[in-house]
Nanobody, 117 residues
Framework: EVQLVESGGGLVQPGGSLRLSCLAS????????MTWVRQAPGKGLEWVSSIYTRGSTYYADSVKGRFTISRDNAKNTVFLQMNSLQSEDTALYYC???????????RGQGTQVTVSS
Protein backbone atom coordinates (compact mmCIF):
# COMPACT_ATOMS: atom_id res chain seq x y z
CA GLU A 1 0.00 0.00 0.00
CA VAL A 2 1.32 3.41 -0.97
CA GLN A 3 1.40 5.77 1.99
CA LEU A 4 2.83 9.22 2.73
CA VAL A 5 3.08 10.47 6.30
CA GLU A 6 4.04 14.08 6.94
CA SER A 7 5.39 15.34 10.26
CA GLY A 8 7.35 18.21 11.75
CA GLY A 9 4.78 20.97 11.67
CA GLY A 10 3.97 23.19 14.61
CA LEU A 11 3.67 26.72 15.94
CA VAL A 12 6.66 28.96 15.29
CA GLN A 13 7.32 32.67 15.60
CA PRO A 14 7.99 34.80 12.53
CA GLY A 15 11.58 34.38 11.46
CA GLY A 16 11.78 30.89 12.90
CA SER A 17 12.48 27.55 11.23
CA LEU A 18 10.86 24.17 10.88
CA ARG A 19 11.84 20.98 9.12
CA LEU A 20 9.04 18.92 7.63
CA SER A 21 9.44 15.22 6.89
CA CYS A 22 7.51 12.97 4.56
CA LEU A 23 7.99 9.26 5.17
CA ALA A 24 6.97 7.12 2.23
CA SER A 25 6.03 3.47 2.21
CA UNK A 26 4.97 1.14 -0.57
CA UNK A 27 7.31 2.75 -3.08
CA UNK A 28 10.76 4.33 -3.28
CA UNK A 29 10.98 8.12 -3.27
CA UNK A 30 14.06 7.81 -5.46
CA UNK A 31 11.84 6.48 -8.26
CA UNK A 32 9.34 9.34 -8.20
CA UNK A 33 9.27 13.08 -8.54
CA MET A 34 8.12 14.39 -5.17
CA THR A 35 6.42 17.65 -4.31
CA TRP A 36 5.39 19.72 -1.30
CA VAL A 37 2.16 21.66 -1.59
CA ARG A 38 0.26 23.68 0.98
CA GLN A 39 -3.25 24.85 1.65
CA ALA A 40 -3.98 27.98 3.63
CA PRO A 41 -7.39 28.37 5.30
CA GLY A 42 -10.07 29.05 2.71
CA LYS A 43 -7.68 28.66 -0.23
CA GLY A 44 -6.80 25.99 -2.75
CA LEU A 45 -3.67 23.89 -3.00
CA GLU A 46 -0.53 25.89 -3.69
CA TRP A 47 2.62 24.36 -5.15
CA VAL A 48 5.65 24.97 -2.92
CA SER A 49 8.56 22.86 -4.13
CA SER A 50 9.48 19.77 -6.12
CA ILE A 51 12.44 17.43 -6.31
CA TYR A 52 12.77 15.33 -9.42
CA THR A 53 14.22 11.86 -9.76
CA ARG A 54 17.46 13.20 -11.17
CA GLY A 55 17.82 15.53 -8.20
CA SER A 56 16.82 18.85 -9.70
CA THR A 57 14.83 21.08 -7.39
CA TYR A 58 12.31 23.86 -7.99
CA TYR A 59 10.66 26.40 -5.75
CA ALA A 60 7.74 28.78 -5.83
CA ASP A 61 8.88 32.40 -5.94
CA SER A 62 7.26 32.98 -2.55
CA VAL A 63 9.61 30.51 -0.82
CA LYS A 64 12.73 30.68 -2.97
CA GLY A 65 15.80 31.34 -0.86
CA ARG A 66 14.01 30.37 2.35
CA PHE A 67 12.92 26.75 1.79
CA THR A 68 15.02 23.76 0.78
CA ILE A 69 13.68 20.43 -0.43
CA SER A 70 15.79 17.30 -0.12
CA ARG A 71 15.51 13.55 -0.19
CA ASP A 72 17.10 10.76 1.83
CA ASN A 73 16.75 7.60 -0.23
CA ALA A 74 18.01 5.35 2.56
CA LYS A 75 15.27 6.64 4.86
CA ASN A 76 12.74 6.83 2.02
CA THR A 77 11.93 10.32 3.22
CA VAL A 78 11.53 13.72 1.64
CA PHE A 79 12.25 16.85 3.69
CA LEU A 80 11.34 20.51 3.52
CA GLN A 81 13.60 22.81 5.51
CA MET A 82 11.79 26.08 6.08
CA ASN A 83 13.69 29.12 7.32
CA SER A 84 12.71 32.75 7.85
CA LEU A 85 9.10 31.74 8.20
CA GLN A 86 6.44 34.37 7.69
CA SER A 87 2.79 34.54 8.65
CA GLU A 88 1.95 33.97 4.99
CA ASP A 89 3.50 30.50 5.28
CA THR A 90 0.76 29.38 7.66
CA ALA A 91 -0.94 26.41 6.01
CA LEU A 92 -1.46 22.69 6.01
CA TYR A 93 1.53 21.19 4.24
CA TYR A 94 1.27 18.02 2.19
CA CYS A 95 3.82 15.95 0.35
CA UNK A 96 2.70 14.30 -2.84
CA UNK A 97 4.01 12.14 -5.62
CA UNK A 98 4.49 13.87 -8.92
CA UNK A 99 6.13 17.04 -10.03
CA UNK A 100 5.12 20.65 -10.29
CA UNK A 101 2.43 20.06 -12.91
CA UNK A 102 0.96 16.96 -11.26
CA UNK A 103 -2.54 16.91 -9.81
CA UNK A 104 -0.99 15.86 -6.45
CA UNK A 105 -3.83 13.40 -5.93
CA UNK A 106 -1.58 11.01 -4.07
CA ARG A 107 -0.64 12.87 -0.90
CA GLY A 108 -0.54 12.39 2.84
CA GLN A 109 -2.76 13.72 5.57
CA GLY A 110 -0.72 16.87 5.97
CA THR A 111 1.10 18.62 8.80
CA GLN A 112 0.00 22.01 10.11
CA VAL A 113 2.43 24.92 10.12
CA THR A 114 1.36 28.03 12.02
CA VAL A 115 3.56 31.12 12.02
CA SER A 116 2.46 33.58 14.68
CA SER A 117 3.86 35.72 17.46
Amino acid sequence: EVQLVESGGGLVQPGGSLRLSCLASGFSVSDYDMTWVRQAPGKGLEWVSSIYTRGSTYYADSVKGRFTISRDNAKNTVFLQMNSLQSEDTALYYCATGGRLSNWARRGQGTQVTVSS
